[in-house]
């Protein structure tokens, strides 16, 4: 197994990432956490131990760099503009075509929150290399026209106590123009704190890439 903190260029940053790369690995996923989070995510971090078991390798990146995180000029902007993290995970995509561990294998993108729109309008702009995108408790209606674009297969999960949250994914799920599906996790929450969801969205994500995977094999 490789596992290496890496420095990736994606245009005007350079970001900080955790790359875990198993041995026969079938595929790596690339996350997008949303604003407020990093890659240090309890949550992130549990769910690509998951991948992991699957054979799955992960790149966990922090999408603004120490300065923007310390409030340096142009962080309220770039926390608040889907563009700027959406072009960051391309130009990471981009990288693991050409990082030595990871440039034979098809990369899956993991969205949660904002992270969710910024994954999917990535996906439509690399729809070469992304062979499928999970969003966890996602706000893919912020990825607007995108959404046409993306020929990945998607899977929306989201958490059944927030009708809003449910209405936006089902909506989202509409404007997509590839295979696509919306689960609810009964009785969960925006973050999956309740007892065995964080369990349900890990497997449901190994699941769907797994299930990907095979598809692209045939």
């Known amino acids: 197994m490789i596992s290496d903190l890496v420095m990736v260029p994606t245009g005007h940053a350079t ?9 026969r690995a079938q595929a790596v996923v690339l996350f997008a956490h949303g604003s ?3 890659r240090h995510s309890p949550r992130n971090r549990a769910l690509a131990a998951g991948l992991h078991k699957e054979g799955l390798g992960t790149l966990l990146l922090d999408l603004l760099t120490e300065r923007e995180e310390r409030g340096g000029t142009g962080t309220g902007r770039h926390t608040a503009d889907i563009d700027v993290p959406a072009q960051r995970l391309v130009g990471a995509i981009d990288w693991l075509a ?3 561990e990871t440039r034979d294998l098809p990369v899956g993108l993991l969205g949660a929150g904002t992270g969710a729109a910024a994954a999917l309008i990535a996906a439509a702009e690399r729809p070469d290399r992304v062979f499928a995108v999970v969003s966890r ?4 209606d912020l990825a607007g026209d995108a959404l046409q674009r993306v020929e990945a297969p998607v899977l929306l999960i989201v958490g059944g106590s927030n009708e809003a949250a449910v209405d936006l994914n089902r909506e989202a799920a509409r404007k997509l123009a590839g295979p696509h599906r919306v689960h609810v996790v009964p009785g969960a929450s925006h973050l999956f704190p309740e007892p065995g969801a964080m369990q349900e969205v890990s497997t449901l994500a190994g699941d769907w890439f797994r299930a990907q995977l095979r598809q692209e094999t045939r």
């Open 15 to 23: 970001l900080t990432g955790d790359l875990v790369v198993p041995s």
């Open 36 to 38: 407020g989070s990093s």
């Open 98 to 100: 050409n990082h030595p």
């Open 137 to 140: 408790g996602g706000r893919p």
